[in-house]
């Protein structure tokens, strides 16, 4: 515990609050489950996806951004299937756009699962949480410091995913993406295929 301080910890909760609110396909998903089915019934995706980030902050304490740096072509893979995976929900997004919602959508739409899924299909997390871990907590050592920042990490997704998913799923939002749906969602279909497919070409 002594290799974490209070400003240490407090500048990882500002850089990781900054990443999260960058744009990209967990954000967009979030925001699009949530105007579509109601806070409620989104409200489980948004906790998948929380929870999916977290698991790269996970990984990070244990090692695996370092074993992405000193074997590249295992982050290359990872890259490459999760573009792949991005641009297989983008397809559907896009196939789907012009389909009402159907009961079971509003009632429980993607679930935990799914909304992991999402999050653990991008692996560019893992290297952001290894950088921010080495920079930030250089020392880290034993099992009580490594619980408590995976702990704030987790505690970070919770918030910010709960909230877009609270703020996005208002009645005037709701209203406003029922009267819009096709083209949102085509519009979100082809930022996270791009997302996706960024991915796989910037390898």
């Known amino acids: 515990m002594d290799a974490i301080t209070v400003p240490a910890l407090a500048a990882f909760v500002a850089t990781l609050s ?26 489980r995706y948004a906790l998948g996806l929380a929870f999916g980030a977290s698991l790269w902050c996970l990984a990070s304490l244990f090692g695996l951004s370092l074993l992405f740096r000193l074997v ?6 990872l890259k490459v299937a999760g573009g ?22 509003v009632i429980g739409g993607p679930g935990f699962r799914a909304g992991m899924a999402l999050n653990l299909s991008n692996p560019k997390p893992a290297l952001f949480y290894g950088a921010i871990l080495l920079s930030l907590f250089p020392r880290l050592h034993g099992v009580a410091g490594p619980a408590l920042v995976y702990a704030v990490a987790l505690a970070c997704e919770l918030t910010f995913y709960v909230a877009v998913n609270a703020l996005m799923s208002t009645a005037p939002v709701r209203r406003r993406y029922f009267a819009l749906k ?7 279909g082809a930022l996270i295929g791009a997302l996706g497919l960024l991915l796989i070409v910037r390898h």
Request: charged share 10%; hydrophobic share 55%.
């Open 182 to 188: 096709s083209t949102i969602d085509r519009t979100a």
């Open 84 to 105: 792949l995976y991005l641009i297989y929900v983008a397809v559907k997004m896009w196939r789907h756009a012009h389909d009402p919602l159907p009961a079971s959508a």
């Open 18 to 43: 900054l990443a999260i609110l960058t744009p990209g396909p967990a954000i967009i998903a979030c925001t699009r489950a949530a105007a579509a089915m109601g806070r409620q019934a989104a409200l």
């Open 72 to 77: 590249p072509q295992l982050f290359v893979v």
